[in-house]
C-alpha cells in the first residue's frame, strides 16, 4: 500500500509539473535595439544602445511601458541599468495591482524580479526618472503569454528572432519587400515579405506605405548576412538617421518633406538584422534588399566617396595628415563647446580646444552638462556614431576637416585678415576623459591618427558655451534668416539662406 501511495504521488507531482509547464510559460522581450511588437511606450526613447555595453532602450523622461492583455502571470523579471546611484526608480503592476517598486542604483544589466499572485490584464512597467539615464535591456514574464523572443530563438550573431524565417529560403538580387496589406497607425507592428521580417517600434501599415514614427526605430531581419538596403519612399522635413551597422545616406529633407527612390540607402550591412533609428518618420513604398554586394545607386546628389585624393567636397581623404609618425603632447587653455542635440536628433556636443599651436575640434555623441560639457566619464573614441562616444574623424577635403581632427601649423593671411592651417591629424582611435576639477573640468585625450601619430592632450578650467556663435562667420541672429544644421556623412552642415556651410562657417560649394 505504501508503494502505491507514493506511486500516486509521484504521479500528481508529475502532473503539476506538467500543469505548470502547460499554464506557465516563460516568455522573453528583448528591448535591445527597439520597443518589441505588443509594447507601447508613454514617452519616446531617447535612442538604443546597441553597442559597448549594449543596455538597451534608453529613457532620460519618466515613461510608462504596457504590455496589454496578460494572462495569468506570476513573475516578471527586468533587465535594467541606471546612470545615477539613487533618484531612479522601477516598478511593476498587473492588473491594475501594483507588485512592487525597487530603487535603481549606478548598475548595468542589473536584474529586478517583481512577484505577485496569478494575475491578468495589462502588464505595466513604471519608469520613475529623476536624472541622467535609465535602460531596460530584456523583460521576461512568466504567464500565458504569446509572442516575446526567447533566448533560445536568437540570431546567434546579431539579435533579433527569425524563428518566422525559412532558414532554406532562396533571396533573390534583389529581394523586395513591399507592403503586408494590413492597416493600422501609430502602434508597434510585425510583417515578413519575402522572407523578410520586418518590424517598428511604432508605426503605420496603410495599402501604399509602412513607416517608422518618429524617434522609433524599424528593423530588418533575414537568415543570412545583408549587404545593402536601398528605401524607395518618403521622409519628413529635417530627417536624420542612424543605422545599426554599415554606412547609412539619406536626402537632405532640410527645408522641406522629400519622397525620393531611393531616400534612404545603408550600405556594408553584413549583419542579419539592420535597425535603423529615426528622428523624423520613414515613409516605406518598397524597400530592395541585397546580399551578394552593394549596388551601384547613390542618394540623389551624392558624391561617390570611392577616390581618394579627390579635391571635391564630399570625398574624403586622409592625405592632409603627414605619413611621418609623431608624438605630441599638448596642453590646451581654452575649450569651447556647443550642443547640437536639439538640431540632430540625437544627442551630439561639439568640443573645440584651443593653445598657442594647436586647435582640436571633437563631435560627443553626449548631451551637454553644465561644468564639464558632458557627463564625467571616459568616452571612445570610434566610427559607431553611438551614445557615448567620440566621432573618430572620416577624414578631410578641400574645403576643410571634419571632427575629430587636430590642427597645427598656422599662418596669418593679411589680405583675408583670417588664420589659416597648413597641417591635419585625423583621430581615429584613443579615449576621452572627463573629470570633475575645482576649476571646472579636466579632459585627458589619449588617441591615434590615421598615420600612427600618437596625441596626448590635457584641459583643465572653466569650459565656455557659446550656442550659435560658436559656428564662426554664419551669423544666425537675424528673424529674416532661414539656417537649418544637419548631420550628413559624419559631418555637422549648416544651410543658411540656400547656401551650405560646415562646421568651421566655410561654404561648400
Not at 5 to 31: C, I, N, P, R
Not at 85 to 90: A, H, K, Q, R
Not at 292 to 312: A, L, T, Y
Request: with cysteine; aromatic share 12%; glycine share 8%.
Amino acid at each position: 500500500m505504501k508503494f502505491k501511495s507514493l506511486h500516486k504521488v509521484l504521479l500528481l507531482v508529475a502532473f503539476f509539473a506538467l500543469s505548470l509547464s502547460a499554464y506557465a510559460s516563460e516568455v522573453t522581450y528583448d528591448f535591445t535595439s527597439s520597443i518589441p511588437a505588443g509594447w507601447t511606450a508613454s514617452a519616446k526613447p531617447n535612442g538604443f544602445e546597441t553597442t559597448g555595453t549594449s543596455r538597451g532602450t534608453q529613457f532620460t523622461t519618466s515613461a510608462t511601458l504596457t504590455l496589454a492583455g496578460v494572462k495569468n502571470v506570476t513573475k516578471v523579471v527586468v533587465t535594467c541599468s541606471s546612470n545615477i546611484d539613487s533618484g531612479n526608480s522601477l516598478g511593476v503592476s498587473v492588473g491594475g495591482t501594483l507588485w512592487g517598486n525597487e530603487d535603481l542604483k549606478k548598475e548595468v544589466d542589473v536584474e529586478k524580479t517583481f512577484t505577485g499572485a496569478s494575475a491578468s490584464g495589462d502588464l505595466v512597467l513604471s519608469i520613475t526618472r529623476t536624472s541622467k539615464s535609465v535602460y531596460i535591456k530584456k523583460v521576461v514574464v512568466y504567464g500565458d503569454i504569446e509572442g516575446g523572443n526567447d533566448d533560445d530563438d536568437k540570431k546567434e550573431d546579431d539579435g533579433g528572432n527569425d524563428s518566422q524565417l525559412d532558414p532554406n529560403y532562396t533571396y533573390s538580387e534583389p529581394t523586395v519587400v513591399v507592403c503586408s496589406g494590413a492597416l493600422g497607425s501609430n502602434s508597434s507592428y510585425q510583417f515578413v515579405s519575402n522572407n523578410i521580417l520586418v518590424s517598428a517600434s511604432t508605426g503605420a501599415q496603410t495599402e501604399t506605405y509602412f513607416s517608422c514614427n518618429a524617434g522609433n526605430t524599424i528593423s530588418f531581419t533575414a537568415t543570412k548576412n545583408i549587404k545593402a538596403v536601398v528605401v524607395n519612399g518618403y521622409v519628413k522635413q529635417s530627417f536624420s538617421a542612424t543605422a545599426s551597422s554599415g554606412v547609412i545616406s539619406y536626402v537632405d529633407a532640410v527645408n522641406d518633406a522629400v519622397e525620393a527612390d531611393p531616400v534612404l540607402i545603408v550600405k556594408d550591412v553584413d549583419s542579419k538584422t539592420l535597425t535603423i533609428t529615426c528622428n523624423k518618420q520613414l515613409r516605406c513604398y518598397n524597400v530592395n534588399f541585397y546580399f551578394e554586394e552593394n549596388p551601384d545607386v547613390k542618394i540623389d546628389g551624392e558624391s561617390d566617396n570611392d577616390d581618394e585624393g579627390d579635391d571635391e567636397e564630399g570625398d574624403f581623404t586622409y592625405e592632409y595628415e603627414s605619413s611621418l609618425v609623431t608624438k605630441m603632447d599638448i596642453t590646451f587653455d581654452e575649450l569651447n563647446y556647443v550642443d547640437y542635440t536639439e538640431y540632430m536628433g540625437y544627442n551630439l556636443t561639439d568640443l573645440y580646444f584651443v593653445s598657442d599651436d594647436y586647435e582640436m575640434e571633437m563631435y560627443v555623441f553626449a548631451p551637454s552638462v553644465s561644468g564639464t560639457c558632458v557627463e564625467p566619464g571616459t568616452y571612445e573614441i570610434n566610427s559607431t556614431y553611438q551614445e557615448g562616444t567620440v566621432q573618430a574623424s572620416p577624414g578631410g577635403d578641400a574645403y576643410s576637416d571634419y571632427p575629430t581632427y587636430l590642427a597645427t601649423d598656422f599662418e596669418y593671411d593679411s589680405e583675408s585678415d583670417a588664420w589659416y592651417y597648413n597641417s591635419s591629424y585625423y583621430l581615429v582611435s584613443g579615449t576621452l576623459k572627463v573629470e570633475k576639477d575645482p576649476a571646472g573640468v579636466k579632459m585627458t585625450i589619449d588617441a591615434k591618427t590615421y598615420y600612427g601619430s600618437t596625441v596626448h592632450a590635457t584641459f583643465v578650467g572653466k569650459a565656455k558655451t557659446e550656442d550659435e556663435d560658436a559656428i564662426s562667420d554664419v551669423s544666425l541672429k537675424s528673424e529674416n534668416t532661414s539656417v537649418s544644421k544637419f548631420m550628413q556623412n559624419g559631418k555637422l552642415l549648416i544651410k543658411k539662406d540656400g547656401k551650405i556651410f560646415n562646421a568651421q562657417g566655410i561654404e561648400i560649394k
